[in-house]
């Protein structure tokens, strides 16, 4: 996975810096493209490897590490790339997943002052919530720390993520629900349930990938969606759902679930994955006073394009547009990349 692809080597320096938050794909492809201009760039995260959740996340058999390491090896080694790990960027406070691995913490308005300009890359790193309850029952994870903690245990950067679970349920059909539940079955879970409140045309990952799923020995359960979980002594041991059917579309365009009353039924498990979406961690919050112009209520980032407002701080990827597949990523990089090359140009 080459991020210089634009050039054979280095070129002469600009003289100008710019700084990256976030060694994501997005994050990395941004660097690529501006080391390729000339730009001296510096890459700062938080985790102990570059990557994001294409190292962290996303199982090896869809996304071996090395692919990733090899091209993060080329920025480093033939184009000068600095990469700062361990090292959270930030303004304002937020807990979010991989905070763990933070040996140090950067103030984001001296990073400003010090670069040129600025990339936010930091992506999505908190799980949407269920929103029922017993969700904070123990058993209950979220499919983004199901899978960060996997990955770490295989590259040596933790201990044994999970003990094996006897009877696993995984909430959605995202890439993550897809993945989440293969891997359940990997680590020797005797039953993988896989729910969905639409059908599987709806499946947001594709028929394919749920098929594939049912193949391996997964069970499909589709227009069902959670309304409690049951808890013994702080444990899941069930999951109780209730049947939907279709209506209109909905905002998204989909068909919208509609609950069927009195269609209530419970499955039995020891370990339930909700899988339902990822949520945008900039590396800033409403308490910090220079950027909470650029953030709505809900903590997401503003702005027309890449650019946020008049400032020399740009942002690109799944920070700006919600979780998206690696390709949408690398290209969103590339776009804002351009932009910030027009910038620090003054064209």
């Given at each position: ?69 090899e ?24 807990h979010?997943?991989?905070d763990?691995f ?35 029952a ?34 959605g ?15 020797g ?37 959670p ?81 946020l ?21 690398c ?7 351009r932009?910030?090359?027009r ?5």
């Amino acid at each position: 996975m080459r991020f210089t692809f634009l050039c054979k080597s280095k070129p002469s320096s600009t003289g100008k810096r710019v700084a990256i938050i976030g060694a994501g794909i997005a994050g990395l492809s941004v660097a690529g493209y501006l080391a390729c201009k000339g730009f001296e760039v510096d890459v700062y995260d938080k985790q102990p490897v570059a990557g994001g959740l294409a190292a962290l996340a996303i199982p090896s058999y869809r996304i071996p590490y090395t692919n990733v390491a090899e091209g993060v090896e080329d920025l480093t080694k033939n184009f000068g790339v600095k990469l700062y790990l361990n090292t959270k960027v930030m303004c304002g406070e937020r807990h979010d997943e991989g905070d763990d691995f933070v040996k140090q913490v950067a103030d984001l308005r001296n990073i400003v002052k010090e670069y040129d300009a600025v990339v936010i890359t930091t992506g999505t790193w908190r799980s949407r919530k269920l929103g029922v309850l017993g969700e904070d029952a123990k058993g209950v994870v979220d499919a983004l720390t199901f899978l960060y903690r996997l990955r770490l245990a295989e590259q040596g950067l933790a201990r044994e993520a999970w003990p094996k679970p006897r009877s696993v349920i995984v909430v959605g059909a995202g890439l993550s629900a897809i993945d989440a539940a293969e891997e359940a079955l990997r680590i020797g879970a005797e039953k993988v349930f896989l729910v969905y409140r639409r059908t599987k045309k709806e499946a947001p990952a594709g028929e394919y990938y749920v098929d594939d799923l049912i193949a391996k020995g997964v069970k499909w359960i589709e227009l069902a969606a959670p309304t409690k979980i049951v808890v013994e002594n702080g444990f899941v041991r069930a999951v109780e759902f209730q049947r939907m059917r279709l209506g209109p579309p909905d905002k998204t365009g989909r068909p919208a679930p509609i609950p069927i009353p009195g269609s209530e039924f419970t499955i039995e498990a020891d370990m339930v994955i909700p899988a339902v979406g990822e949520i945008s961690t900039p590396p800033f919050t409403h308490e910090c006073a220079e950027f909470k112009q650029f953030l709505n209520e809900k903590g997401y980032i503003v702005s027309k394009g890449y650019r946020l407002g008049n400032t020399n701080v740009f942002a690109a990827g799944d920070v700006l547009t919600g979780p998206t597949k690696l390709g949408d990523a690398c290209k969103h990089g590339l776009y804002a990349a351009r932009d910030v090359e027009r910038f620090l140009r003054g064209v």
